[in-house]
């Protein structure tokens, strides 16, 4: 037997044990398969736990989450807490006290997968968004001022340190060249593009634009380099996906601009995204959220959690398996399932975690 993993399971709100279960048994089928195990604990935290004892996430879990070898969370958000509770007291929480500054976003299109792009496929949806994860108006800096009277002023800055800045550049440029289009044999340059708005945030996105061009040319020559305006970057998402391979962006754009990428890959059924702290501990989810309305019925997409289950494989170093796992969800969607979207699937939320966890 080879290496044991200890990974935290967090399956969480609505449909999120659902699909993590599934997620769960392809993941045990890849780790018969290449000859490694899982060591899971469960947490039980979410909205439910926040209900019944007011709980969100107790300094000690914060704690023991620190020394696993990774998390893999389901979904967190339930229609009878306020919005922002949850997001910012556990998920929010966990990736800035796990300093996981990376969420790295894959728009890819599975075979047999329907996008709202008209003659678009696999081939031209095809990129990755690497999405600062650390600061911008995720940060917390700001207030309201005089509340409640007609003066009343809120502000929410939009922060960035040049170290966040650097740190990100970096591991962006890195992917770019490790995992960029010619390093896949797809084309004739590993191309990093940093998305922003310098013509208007003049000081947020000077600091990256520079720091873009110093770090590319000192240490990346080889990965070529472009830049794109935010709401460009929207227009050619629909229009061109083809023109993208590594994108890098900060907090804000990057949570926007990964749901436009979602949807041209399918929807939120399939989606998947990984926190990544490069030194220490990550946590990889589906991107969809919790879907209350679906929960308990077995009819929910868990694919994006087993894509989520493949992007944490290769980050414990499991490449080969998490090759398969994505190879093996390919199979399905293009050859098994009738659509992405609940209900529409043609298997129960089981049978196609059988299906693809058979494959592997
Ligand atoms: C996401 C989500 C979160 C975010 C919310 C739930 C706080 O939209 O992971 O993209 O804004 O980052
Ligand atoms: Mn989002």
Not at 159 to 188: I, N
Request: overall charge negative.
């Amino acid at each position: 037997m080879g290496t044991t993993y200890k990974i935290a399971v967090l399956p969480g709100d609505g449909t999120g044990p659902e699909v993590v279960a599934e997620g769960l048994k392809v993941l045990q089928a890849a780790a018969a398969k290449h000859r490694f195990a899982l060591d899971l604990t469960h947490y039980d935290l979410g909205g439910e736990r926040y209900l019944r004892t007011g709980e969100i996430l107790p300094d000690a879990v914060v704690d023991e989450l620190k020394g696993v070898d990774s998390i893999y969370l389901g979904a967190i958000g339930h229609p009878d807490v306020a919005p922002g509770i949850l997001e910012k007291g556990l998920l929010l929480r966990l990736r800035f006290e796990l300093d996981q500054y990376i969420n790295l976003r894959p728009v890819r299109l599975y075979p047999g997968v329907e996008t709202p792009l008209k003659d678009k496929g696999p081939k031209e949806i095809d990129y990755t968004v690497v999405r600062e994860n650390s600061g911008d108006v995720y940060a917390g800096g700001g207030g309201i001022m005089m509340k409640g009277t007609p003066h009343e002023v809120a502000v929410q800055n939009m922060l960035y340190s040049r170290a966040q800045v650097d740190r990100c550049l970096r591991w962006a440029f890195e992917y770019a060249r490790q995992h960029g289009r010619k390093a896949r044999g797809k084309g004739p340059d590993n191309t990093l593009g940093l998305v922003g708005k310098t013509n208007v945030l003049t000081y947020v996105y000077d600091l990256w634009s520079r720091r873009f061009n110093e770090i590319g040319d000192e240490e990346y020559p080889d990965v070529k380099r472009e830049y794109y305006h935010v709401d460009a970057t929207c227009m050619w998402m629909v229009k061109s996906p083809e023109w993208f391979d590594v994108l890098v962006t900060g907090n804000i754009f990057g949570d926007i601009i990964t749901d436009l990428g979602a949807i041209t890959q399918g929807g939120m059924g399939v989606a998947a995204g990984g926190n990544i702290n490069p030194a220490g501990v990550s946590m990889f989810e589906p991107i969809g959220g919790s879907a209350p309305k679906y929960t308990g019925l077995g009819v929910i997409n868990p694919v994006a959690a087993v894509v989520a289950g493949a992007m944490m494989l290769d980050t414990l170093g499991e490449n080969q398996a998490a090759q398969d796992v994505e190879r093996a969800v390919a199979e399905v969607t293009g050859t098994k399932m009738k659509g992405m979207a609940s209900g529409q699937m043609g298997y129960t939320t089981s049978e196609v975690g059988d299906l693809v966890a058979e494959r592997v």
